[in-house]
């Protein structure tokens, strides 16, 4: 297994890096470490803006197939740029569900009108995606979906509702997961389809977070309508292709996250150093742990990269989330125990957080969205290690 980066690989590196340090200034300047996790409310005009300028110089679909408007970059590469863009406190991105989770399912399973029509505003920056899977009763119980469709006048109807739906109030699509075979059970009849969100039978609360922030929103559906043609795959078949969504989850994005963590513990040392923390011997020990934490993710992350061009589907992928999901918590409680009684108190009014304290209070939510703990540990149980299903 050879971990070293190429001369190709470190000359992409040089390039990202370059553009970064010059587009992340000028009118984007301010933008640098906001709009992240427990920030997304802010500069959303200007990441818009952002997003845009990135498709524009060809920093959006770096894996995609030339063909299909990508550069088919190597994997490597692709994860190089996720780390350069944290390296250089990139602004939290507004396409990624689109370019993240859709565009490759929509490669991986559309149809070619479906990836002419969707794949280049992906590519461009010009429009949002969010992702309409879980409802009030259907979270970690996904196929107990209940928001249904029917094919109506050359169009689906959809009827129903939608929760945690990550970006609903700035989104234009949202790929939704509706029963579409009315008596249907379980993952059998549910289909993929693709929800234009700006139309009236489309209604967004946003729900106020534990940061302030209003990321995500109840979504509801109200004889909100879309194209007929509008389903990825097969109608009745939408399972298999809400299952691909989630592999991609899990792609190079989240390979290059450790930079950005990588960001959080240098600002927690500093912050330890600042406060006097560091002289504390408990402190100092968790400071080291979170550090191994971070080589041991980084680690992870190079063996999968050299196992297969999927890394996503490598069996060390099984334990990346149930991993990164928790240290990254510890790490939200070990900043608050550097800043000590300090960390209680709001930097502003009403609630301005510190980036700290939005790290605290938001990675209470990192092992529950993608797959809660508790989930991971039964996939790892079953599928890694074989034992028996959970009994329902
Ligand atoms: C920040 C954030 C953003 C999100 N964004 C989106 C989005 O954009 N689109 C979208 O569709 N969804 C989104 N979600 C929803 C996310 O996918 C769900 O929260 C997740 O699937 C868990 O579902 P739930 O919240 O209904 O919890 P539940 O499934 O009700 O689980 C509650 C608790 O019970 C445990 N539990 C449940 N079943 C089992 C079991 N079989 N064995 C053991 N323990 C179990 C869980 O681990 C959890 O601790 C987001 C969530 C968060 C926190």
Known sequence: MDLRFSDADEAFRAEARAWLADHLAGPFAALRDRGGPGDEHAFVEERRAWERHLGAAGWIGLGWPRALGGRELPLLQQVIWHEEYARAGGPGRLGHIGEGLLGPTLIAFGSDAQKRRFLPPILRGEEIWCQGYSEPNAGSDLANVQTRARLEGGA????????????????????????????????????????????????????????????????????????????????????KVAMGTLAFERGASTLGQQLQFENELREIVAAARASGADRDPEI??????????????????????????????????????????????????????????????????PYELTRLQRLFLFSRADTLYAGSNQIQRNLIAQRALGLPREPR
């Not at 959809?158 to 997961?177: N, P």
């Not at 080291?288 to 971070?294: E, F, Q």
């Not at 297969?308 to 589907?313: K, Q, Y």
């Open 156 to 239: 689906w109807v959809i009827e129903g509702q939608k929760v945690w739906t990550s970006w609903a109030q700035w989104a234009d699509w949202c790929f939704v997961l509706a029963r579409t075979e009315p008596d249907s059970q379980r993952h059998r009849g549910l289909s993929y389809l693709l929800v234009p969100m700006r139309q009236p039978g489309v209604e967004v609360r946003p729900i106020v977070q534990i940061t302030g922030d209003s990321a995500f929103s109840e979504v509801f559906f109200d004889g909100a309508r879309t194209d007929a043609a509008n389903v990825v795959g097969a109608p009745g078949d939408g399972w």
């Open 284 to 349: 100092r020990q968790r400071i080291a742990h979170a550090w191994s934490g971070l080589r041991i993710q980084r680690w992870n992350a190079l063996r999968m990269l050299a196992r297969a061009d999927r890394p996503e589907l490598a069996p060390e992928a099984m334990i990346t989330k149930l991993f990164w999901a928790t240290w990254h918590r510890a790490l939200g409680e070990l900043a608050m125990d550097v800043l000590g009684p300090e960390a209680e108190i709001a930097a502003g009014a």
